[in-house]
T-cell receptor, first 115, second 112 residues
Framework: GAVVSQHPSRVICKSGTSVKIECRSL??????MFWYRQFPKQSLMLMAT?????????EQGVEKDKFLINHASLTLSTLTVTSAHPEDSSFYIC???????????FGPGTRLTVT | DQQVKQNSPSLSVQEGRISILNCDYT??????FLWYKKYPAEGPTFLIS?????DKNEDGRFTVFLNKSAKHLSLHIVPSQPGDSAVYFC???????????FGTGTSLTVIP
């Protein structure tokens, strides 16, 4: 149980375009979803926290207009990287948490490459 | 500012022996800790957790120890198996929020 999927697993896009990444909890309802970014050989950095039906809370230094997060249902959250630039190239990972639980269950990640 | 530190980037252990992965933290407000295991190009997988009210939690071959006074936790894997080879992250949560702070990971290699 507690499976989280992400789509796509890899995406290559041109500079200036927008990319949408989906995160789904497959067998549980996720009241809270988190989006992380990981640079090579570095730890996961939390970008934002989203609760179903409300606006996402962004961490300091994360541009909310650039990284649009929508948590429209208890099983789906999306991250849209708008006007992507090469420096946005990274590994993006989502996680999901059930109500009244501490553990976060992670998706497999999405490798974004902006050319 | 790295509040959770894993000072050993890598560790090699012989199959059957004990693997000990260490994690140090700086914030005394952390009250919940987790260990995750991560294979290349995959998301982290939850392994084991411990609350600050405990000093030990055991699950099969995995045991996590917490020393609050030293702000240190460790993950023991015994006996180690080749399939345990992965990157292990520790994470800590502050008692006033949702955010988990992750360490930089330790790459464990179990040699057959």
């Amino acid at each position: 149980g507690a499976v989280v999927s992400q789509h796509p697993s890899r995406v290559i896009c041109k500079s200036g375009t927008s990319v949408k990444i989906e995160c789904r909890s497959l067998d549980f309802q996720a009241t809270t979803m988190f989006w992380y970014r990981q640079f090579p050989k570095q730890s996961l950095m939390l970008m934002a926290t989203s609760n179903e039906g409300s606006k996402a809370t962004y961490e300091q230094g994360v541009e909310k207009d650039k990284f649009l997060i929508n948590h429209a249902s208890l099983t789906l959250s999306t991250l849209t990287v708008t006007s992507a630039h090469p420096e946005d190239s990274s590994f993006y990972i989502c996680s999901a948490r059930m109500a009244d639980a501490y553990e976060q269950y992670f998706g497999p990640g999405t490798r974004l490459t902006v050319t | 500012d790295q509040q959770v530190k894993q000072n050993s980037p890598s560790l090699s252990v012989q199959e059957g022996r004990i693997s000990i992965l260490n994690c140090d933290y700086t914030n005394s407000m952390f009250d919940y800790f987790l260990w995750y295991k991560k294979y290349p190009a995959e998301g982290p997988t939850f392994l084991i957790s411990i609350s600050s009210i405990k000093d030990k939690n055991e699950d099969g071959r995995f045991t996590v120890f917490l020393n609050k006074s030293a702000k240190h936790l460790s993950l023991h894997i015994v006996p180690s198996q080749p399939g345990d080879s992965a990157v292990y992250f520790c994470a800590a949560r502050r008692n006033t929020g949702n955010q988990f702070y992750f360490g930089t990971g330790t790459s464990l290699t179990v040699i057959p």
